[in-house]
């Protein structure tokens, strides 16, 4: 297994709990605001595992990055015991490992179900990146489709041209560079500044977060191209979770199994609900023509092939699922 940042036995033992001690209390890193439904999904998951360990496993969540993790740090910190337990955004952590950015390859896998068979060829690997940065993947949970925010209606891929917009990770880099955007990767945390600021004209993201950035204070129209799929994966530290007694990590796994499915309920829930909330603001909502998600579409298929021959290791599992989908 790789380790990053040494950590004496002594002081891990401070911060993760040990088996010996009565109760294990794990500080959980979460960098979306309490209000947001991954963080409210970590604390029902909180609760359960309190529950299910009769108290002897107790998780704080730390929303809205208070633990100071920024969201591409998210899997280095588990790794190296800086936190415990983490809600981290996958698709933010390409640099530690390029196969993580798969399903947010455009247009692979737009729909929930898609996902959903993706992760069945998909799931193995990153619990085997997971293992090698010294951490255990315990459920994942997608967010609603990426959905592009601009100041003006996006008709034709002309209406594209040019426009700064930010993106979470470098297939987004790739898809809208071949779209003719000028495309910025950064993190959620600097997204309402960089729009405040003018440093971006429009944003690439999921209904939730146009909720949580008040988006309408910035920009008039939000389409729902659900170009981009992207989940968050709840991971813990190796070290922690060795510490446990052998019951209580069955009874967290099972937890996190049996609350996972719902927790994609969530998701789908979610993305109606805050389509709602951005009308009720003044965004107007659209979907693409038949005729742009053609153009769309085209625009990112040749980036699924790229993808493989830069990340071979992933192209097993883009393949069979494909295979699967008939294509």
Same mark, same amino acid.
């Given at each position: ?42 604390? !029902? ?14 998780? !704080? ?41 798969? @399903? ?22 990153? @619990? ?26 996006? %008709? ?33 945390? @600097?997204?309402?500044?960089? =729009? ?41 530290? =190796? ?14 796994? !099972? ?53 493989? %021959? ?18």
């Amino acid at each position: 297994m790789k380790h990053g940042i040494g950590i004496g036995a002594a002081s891990l033992s401070l911060m993760l709990g040990t088996a010996a001690m009565a109760e294990t209390a794990w500080d959980m890193s979460v960098v979306w605001p309490e209000g947001n439904f991954h963080t409210q999904n970590a604390m !029902t998951f909180a609760e359960a595992v309190s529950a299910a360990t009769d108290g002897e496993v107790k998780i !704080t969540v730390h929303s809205g990055g208070a633990l100071g993790i920024k969201g591409p740090e998210g899997m280095a910190a588990v790794r190296d015991g800086l936190v415990p337990i983490a809600d981290i955004l996958m698709s933010q952590q390409v640099g530690e490992n390029p196969a993580l950015g798969v @399903e947010t390859l455009p247009f692979l896998a737009p729909t929930l179900p898609d996902l959903a068979l993706l992760h069945k060829f998909y799931r193995p690997m990153i @619990e085997d990146i997971a293992e090698d940065m010294n951490q255990k993947l315990l459920y994942m949970v997608p967010w609603p489709g990426q959905a592009v925010y601009s100041p003006n209606k996006i %008709e034709t891929l002309d209406d594209l041209q040019g426009l700064t917009i930010r993106v979470v990770d470098a297939n987004g880099d790739s898809f809208f560079n071949a779209l003719g955007a000028a495309p910025l990767q950064m993190p959620w945390g @600097e997204v309402v500044p960089s =729009l405040a600021a003018g440093t971006i004209k429009g944003v690439t993201t999921s209904s939730s977060s146009g909720v949580d950035g008040a988006f309408w204070e910035f920009m008039d129209n939000m389409s729902s191209f659900n170009w981009q799929a992207s989940s968050n994966i709840v991971t813990v530290n =190796l070290d922690a979770w060795n510490a446990l007694h052998p019951e209580d990590q069955a009874a967290i796994e !099972t937890t996190a199994a049996g609350l996972e499915g719902s927790f994609w309920m969530n998701s789908a829930q979610e993305d109606e609900a805050k389509i709602a909330t951005l009308e009720e603001n003044g965004m107007t909502v659209s979907a693409p023509s038949p005729e742009l998600k053609a153009g769309l579409i085209d625009a990112a298929r040749p980036l699924w092939d790229a993808f493989k %021959e830069r990340v071979p290791e992933a192209a097993p599992v883009i393949d069979n699922y494909l295979a699967v989908r008939g294509e």
